[in-house]
């Protein structure tokens, strides 16, 4: 067996010095590398907390937008009988910010006559009792009109007459039956606002109408 000098020795040492410092170094690259693609891989984990989180808040907006829309889509498929209270013939004019409702004066009055019929009184009472639940302390003008025919067998002087008396008679009904006079006028129209035609038989009772004008703005 050869002798191994001290120069041998100390060269051997030097080389595997090297090896174990460059094994060291290469095992520090690759923690370093594997460090950084798992910070990598926490962050893109938290990125898609937060997308799925701003997806969810996203999903409930967009559900909530739309429970708001049908809504009022079913808001807007609701007759105007049934956003108003009243019963029977009812417009809405929101430029006005009005609510009409429309009696025939067939229903109310015989021809000629401005005393209410008491078999149909019924209707002004139902109108009364939504003008207190639901309105009270709006202005409501009660207008009559008439067709064009003019007035031959009955005390009245002419249709203003014949009309503002008949609207006079309801305002006194709903008063007494509650409403405040001071939120409730009579107006007589005549034949001044036909809304058909005075040339048929329908076109005449349809202007022959007492109208329940609430104004909502008031």
């Known amino acids: 067996m050869q002798t191994i ?21 290469n095992w520090e690259k690759k923690y370093k590398a594997l460090d950084v693609e798992h910070q990598n891989t926490v962050g893109l984990l938290e990125y898609e907390r937060q997308q ?27 007759t105007p009988q049934q956003v108003t209270g009243f019963e029977g013939d009812v417009r809405l004019d929101t430029q006005a910010g009005t609510i009409t409702v429309t009696l025939e004066n067939a229903i109310l009055f015989s021809p000629g006559k401005a005393e209410l019929k008491k078999a149909t009184v019924n209707e002004l009472d139902h109108i ?26 009955s005390k009245w002087k002419d249709n203003w007459e014949l009309s503002a008396q008949r609207a006079l008679t309801v305002v006194r009904y709903l008063t007494k039956r509650g409403i405040p006079e001071d939120r409730i006028r009579a107006v007589g129209r005549g034949a001044s606002e036909p809304i058909a035609s005075n040339t048929t038989a329908s076109g005449k009772r349809r202007n022959r109408r007492v109208e329940i004008v609430v104004h909502m703005r008031s």
């Open 5 to 25: 000098n001290a120069k041998s020795v100390a060269l051997m040492l030097c080389l595997a010095a090297v090896v174990f410092t460059a094994g060291c170094t």
């Open 52 to 78: 799925k989180g701003q997806l969810a808040d996203q999903v409930s907006q967009s559900r909530l937008t739309i429970e708001e829309l049908q809504r009022q889509i079913a808001e807007q498929q609701k």
């Open 128 to 153: 009364e009792s939504v003008l207190q639940e639901r309105y009270a302390g709006k202005l409501v003008d009660v207008v009559g009109h008439t067709d064009s025919d003019p007035i031959q067998k």
